[in-house]
């Protein structure tokens, strides 16, 4: 059985960092291409930024560009967020999940499957 559990939110104030954990297992091939999305209140869940099963290769939401870096660790098929210059706009439910469909570079919620439960990040001003 594939799943993800996201463990490292919190909160803090605005400027500072936090770094998300998505522990993934049963993937004996390795990990796939993997992802970080947010969801807000009253908002739909957006993706934030992907990591390449093959080769690692990186994609970014605009909105994260810059202040945001994914990364992974194969062996222990933990995909991190590192999470920079943080504002209360980023305040949201984060998840990670598996791409099982979609482009290339896609951050389409609607082209994941295996959604971890989730953890919070609440950024004050």
């Known amino acids: 059985v594939q799943a993800e559990v996201e463990s490292g939110g919190g909160s803090v104030q605005a400027g500072g960092s936090l770094r998300l954990s998505c522990a993934a297992s049963?993937?004996?091939?390795?990990?796939?291409?993997m992802a970080w999305f947010r969801q807000a209140p009253g908002k739909e869940r957006e993706g934030v930024a992907l990591i390449r099963g093959d080769g690692g290769s990186t994609e970014y939401a605009s909105s994260v560009r810059g202040r945001f870096t994914i990364s992974r660790d194969s062996a222990k098929q933990t995909v991190y967020l590192q999470m920079n210059s943080l504002k209360p706009q980023d305040t949201a439910m984060y998840y990670c999940a598996t791409q099982a469909t979609g482009s290339y570079y896609s951050l389409s919620p609607n082209d994941y499957r295996n959604w971890g439960q989730g953890t919070q990040v609440t950024v004050s001003s």
């Open positions: 049963g993937y004996i091939l390795g990990i796939p291409t």
